[in-house]
């Protein structure tokens, strides 16, 4: 228990110094500011008391005398003192929860890169850490709030409690105890929540997905063909099972969280009724008994409030304790999957062979092994990788481009010299079938850079010309600096076939020793698919260029084919070779032609 309570206290500490270092300033104002909250309540009880006594003559009666001035000046004056500190404390603490989720955000972002490839992919993953990421602009402006929040109502709390103490010490003692149960059910309730939403990260990602595919003009083109409710209908289904878990939930801890709060309720009655025994057996003055009623009250509501922001102060340094490990996690390590190395600062721009010894690959959430002991060295030219679904061609494209790491055994890039080199040493470029849609201009989708360098504009008109897209951004409003994409700010959008040339265009650009593309023509006309394969064809005398597809006149095109069955190499080989040797890309794509 209290190496618990140690850990928790180094929490806070670890807490306070990031909203502190998110802008030093904001959190000081905002600290001295929320001061005033804790100071006004017993300074109030107390001038209240003054003012009464004073008001209060011989035999009960009330007179009116100078001697309430000063009180009624500090009245004022304590009021004004709260008012303002309210004021300049919201102030504050707005500037605070910005800067605090723009710090939080932008660690958050540094680090994903560091991130395998394949966790983005683990539903494990998703439930540990999809809370820190997708909650990180919530999550740190209630961080805010309870951080600064709970230290003044604890000092108003203590305040009202010494003041309170002076008149009636045992009413206040049994208050206080009786508010212990209720402290405890609201710590167990508010990791419950936290635990639930932790485990409900995918799920609630799912839902977001969703929301966002509503507002999407692909996904309302499919289902508005076919009238479906399916987005709207598994949403609600979602959305139902979440509320579920989460009414299972609070139902488990009303009982328990209503009985308690029967018991402060009662406890307070029973106080207010012993104040009147008190008052009636002249034990209690009149002016004590004034501020004794709104004091017990007041006493009730701050212990209740008090409580409350405990739990909110749970649940945040819960999530900074999530965060906190989501930043010091070593995920290459974690998952089992060599880290990748980095580009050099000069990366090798010319490379003889990409060699693969005894690679392997299994998938590390279900242990599915989707490639087995492959051998080969890619070498410049046009190769082709074929193979029924499933094969692994997806995988070994994800190995190639160094998007996850093999299970076994290393992948090398051969150069010039002979010398073998990390893969990770060097660019590579890739065109996917479905490439993302990025909601940025012309030029940053080719560039993939925030920053401009000098000359860009050449080099970007040159792969737009060379992808067949120069004469379609020279119609746009702003150029190469159009933003373009359905939404986000997007101000027109592209077909299926023009995303597919401005990736191509992005590909180009960066002129990579290694082009690898899945796909790639899946959304072209022949026209376009007969240009992208003259382009490649030109460029492969001196690069590595690698292919999936399923389209056998594409598969013609190709130098060398490599057939996968199974996650193994079956056949390697020209068109003509392994036609004539009739095996397994026979098999795959002529066998049905040639039977009668």
């Not at 209290?2 to 670890?14: G, I, V």
């Not at 999957?337 to 005894?358: F, G, H, V």
């Not at 027109?492 to 082009?515: E, F, M, V």
Request: with cysteine; proline share 5%.
């Amino acid at each position: 228990m209290r190496t618990k309570l140690a850990a928790r206290f180094a929490l806070l500490r670890s807490t306070l110094r990031l909203l502190y270092r998110s802008h030093p300033r904001a959190f000081t104002v905002s600290a001295v500011a929320s001061l005033a909250e804790p100071l006004f309540y017993p300074g109030l009880l107390l001038l209240i008391q003054q003012l009464f006594e004073r008001l209060t003559g011989p035999g009960g009666s009330a007179q009116v005398t100078a001697d309430i001035l000063p009180i009624g000046i500090g009245l004022v004056a304590l009021l004004l003192i709260q008012r303002l500190g309210i004021i300049v404390r919201d102030a504050s603490s707005t500037i605070l929860r910005q800067e605090a989720w723009v710090v939080i955000s932008k660690q958050i972002m540094q680090k994903l890169p560091s991130v395998p490839y394949s966790l983005f992919e683990n539903n494990d993953f998703q439930a540990r850490y999809g809370l820190v990421i997708r909650e990180a602009s919530y999550r740190s402006i209630t961080m805010v709030d309870t951080v600064l929040s709970t230290a003044p109502i604890f000092l108003g709390l203590l305040g009202v409690v010494v003041t309170l103490l002076a008149i009636a010490p045992l009413m206040v003692l049994v208050l206080l105890v009786i508010a212990i149960p209720a402290g405890r059910i609201e710590q167990r309730f508010s990791q419950a929540m936290y635990e639930l939403q932790e485990h409900s990260a995918p799920l609630k990602l799912r839902l977001e997905a969703l929301t966002n595919m509503q507002i999407d003009a692909t996904w309302q083109r499919d289902v508005r063909i076919y009238s479906s409710n399916l987005l709207g209908r598994e949403h609600a289904a979602l959305a139902e099972s979440y509320l579920r878990q989460l009414k299972q939930l609070t139902g488990r801890f009303f009982k328990l969280r209503s009985g308690a709060a029967l018991v402060q309720v009662i406890g307070l009655a029973l106080a207010l009724a012993a104040a009147l025994a008190l008052l009636n057996q002249g034990q209690l003055s009149l002016a004590n008994m004034v501020v004794l009623i709104p004091g017990i009250s007041l006493l009730s509501g701050m212990i209740s409030a008090f409580i409350y922001h405990v739990r909110s102060l749970l649940e945040s340094l819960s999530y900074a304790q999530a965060l906190s490990e989501f930043l010091a996690t070593s995920f290459e390590n974690e998952s089992g999957i060599s880290p990748l190395a980095s580009p050099t600062s000069e990366p090798i721009s010319k490379l003889t062979a990409i060699r693969l010894e005894d690679v392997s690959y299994t998938y590390p959430q279900h242990q599915t092994a989707a490639l087995k002991g492959i051998s080969y060295e890619f070498t410049p030219g046009l190769t082709a990788i074929v193979g029924t679904n499933g094969a692994g061609k997806t995988t070994l494209v994800k190995l190639v481009a160094g998007l996850v790491a093999p299970t076994t055994n290393t992948i090398y890039a051969v150069g010039e010299s002979g010398d073998d080199y990390p893969l990770g040493a060097c660019v590579k470029s890739v065109l996917f079938q479905d490439p993302g849609h990025f909601p940025f201009s012309i030029r940053h989708n080719v560039t993939m850079r925030f920053d401009r360098t000098p000359g860009e504009e050449q080099g970007i008109a040159q792969s737009l010309r060379s992808a067949g897209l120069w004469d379609t951004v020279n119609t746009l409003p702003d150029g190469i600096d159009t933003v373009v994409g359905a939404g986000f700010g997007g101000v027109t959008d592209l077909s299926g076939g023009q995303w597919q040339r401005l990736a191509l265009a992005r590909l180009l650009y960066h002129n990579a020793p290694i082009i690898i593309l899945d796909e790639p023509s899946a959304s072209l006309d022949p026209v376009g698919e007969r240009q992208i394969f003259a382009l490649l064809s030109s460029l492969a005398r001196e690069k590595i260029i690698l292919f999936t597809t399923h389209r056998y006149d594409t598969i013609r095109k190709a130098d060398t084919i490599v057939v996968l069955v199974d996650g193994e190499i079956a056949e390697v080989g020209t068109h003509e070779e392994l036609e004539r040797k009739a095996g397994a890309f026979w098999s795959l794509y002529l066998g049905q032609a040639a039977r009668p």
